[in-house]
Structures are given as structure tokens and as C-alpha cells.
């Protein structure tokens, strides 16, 4: 995924072990990683500071389970693209907060590998460039941006 752009990417996660493979993973498909936020103020602030492309957001941080307040803000008020990165898939509201989609945990590095590719293709081109990867579930709303129709919402 070499790009002259390469894309920004926010962690929101409180785990501090799962924040550094995500960062690892980050690096390795030629994304950066522009910070790491452990609770929804960090998390707001950082973002509205360094206006990442991507957030990979966990619902549940170190505050409570504010990821989903935070998805909101990034969606609507930062002008980024969230990323849910959950156990807590049921926890999200049809509407997703806003966010592109979901990985649910427990995920492989292979498969956040692929999303972020496929999420990259995404952003730059405003297009799928087809079906997700295996792991990832796009919001509705994003799916129906991105061409890709008939995407259920997995259980």
C-alpha cells in the first residue's frame, strides 16, 4: 500500500499491549500512526488536534464505554472516519455512531491488515474496490457510499 500519502492513523484503545500490535500493524501496510488515546477526552481532543484520516476506536476505554460518543465526534465534528475495533459489536447503534464499520475482537493481525489496506482504497479513490475483507462489517451507510450493496449486518 505505498503511497506518497500515507494514511493517518488515531488508536483509541485503553489496552496498552492491543494499542501497540494495532500500531505495529499500522506501520506495517505503509499507514502512521499519529497518536494513541486511552479515555473519549484524549481521544476528542487528539482528534480534533491532529485530524487523522482513520481512528480505530474501541467501545469500551478507560472512562467507560464512551467509544461510541467518541465515533459521534470524530464522524461529525473532526471530519475523520472511525473504525470500531470491539468485542462489544451488539453494543453499537444501527446508525454505527457514524463509523465506517467494525472489526470484531478477537481479530487477527491478517485481517486488520487487509481492512486498513482495503479501508485506504476507500478513502483515496471514494469507492470499494470490492467486497470486504473477511473480518470487516462497513455501516451501512458507508457501504451504500462505497458501492458495495447487499452487505447484511452480521449477528
Not at 470524530?74 to 473504525?83: E, K, P, S, T
Amino acid at each position: 500500500m505505498a503511497s506518497c500519502n500515507p494514511l493517518n492513523v488515531l488508536i483509541v484503545e485503553d489496552e496498552v499491549l492491543l494499542a501497540a500490535e494495532l500500531g505495529f500493524l499500522i506501520g506495517e501496510v505503509g499507514c502512521v500512526e499519529v497518536g494513541h488515546a486511552m479515555t473519549s477526552q484524549e481521544a476528542v481532543a487528539m482528534a480534533r488536534e491532529l485530524r487523522p484520516d482513520l481512528a480505530l476506536v474501541d467501545v469500551h476505554l478507560s472512562d467507560g464505554p464512551t467509544g461510541i460518543d467518541v465515533a459521534r465526534c470524530i464522524a461529525h465534528d473532526c471530519g475523520g472516519v472511525a473504525l470500531f475495533m470491539t468485542a462489544n459489536v451488539r453494543r453499537l447503534p444501527d446508525d454505527f455512531a457514524g463509523a465506517c464499520g467494525v472489526i470484531g475482537k478477537p481479530y487477527s493481525e491478517h485481517g486488520v491488515k487487509m481492512a486498513l489496506v482495503y479501508l485506504d482504497a476507500c478513502l483515496r479513490e471514494g469507492r470499494a474496490p470490492g467486497m470486504p475483507p473477511a473480518g470487516l462489517q462497513l455501516a451501512p451507510a458507508w457501504a451504500e457510499r462505497w458501492g458495495v450493496h447487499d452487505m447484511p449486518r452480521s449477528a
